[in-house]
């Protein structure tokens, strides 16, 4: 997979040894709460590496799920994801690219979450990518900023993804 920058950060695939703060990140129910309609917390070093073998395996021209680092300092600060989103059962339509991103909580108030994903989908875009969407639990308003920020148009309520009702961002990258 791909390493991409930005003035800041760097977005690279995660590492083993990044097992630890992939544990510390999502074994907070602040940071994974909005994640799925059914957020559970990893509770293991164990569940971490599993997770990092998966987030590795999305190898692809275009997607990719990212560590987000500081690049100066190497400091981890969360994760980035580009790839087609689920579409919920029933819904006949082809599955569209999703940028979904989550930070630790240090690492709030930053502008990270925009700079990373603003830097990943440029990538995405001059790749070929046409068209992604975010897609954020109704009450996850920060989120819901960095989409407006990042300049994605707001669609509404659907329940079109995750067999749940979510409000959705659209934006066209080409």
Partial sequence: MRIIRSLRL???????DDAAFL????SRWQTVRYLTPDPTTMATLGEAAASIVRRRA????????????LTET???LGNLLLKPIAVSSGIARPAPVEVGWHLHPDAYGHGYATEAA??????AGERGLQFV???TDPRNVASQRVC???GFTECGVTHDF????YLVFEKSLG
């Fill in 10 to 16: 760097t977005m690279r695939p995660w590492e083993p």
């Fill in 23 to 26: 544990l510390d990140l999502e």
């Fill in 58 to 69: 999305v190898d692809h021209p275009v997607h990719g799920i990212w560590a987000i680092t």
């Fill in 74 to 76: 190497g400091q981890l």
């Fill in 118 to 123: 603003d830097a990943v989908l440029r990538d």
């Fill in 133 to 135: 969407v975010a897609v």
């Fill in 148 to 150: 407006r920020r990042l």
């Fill in 162 to 165: 995750y067999d749940a009702d």
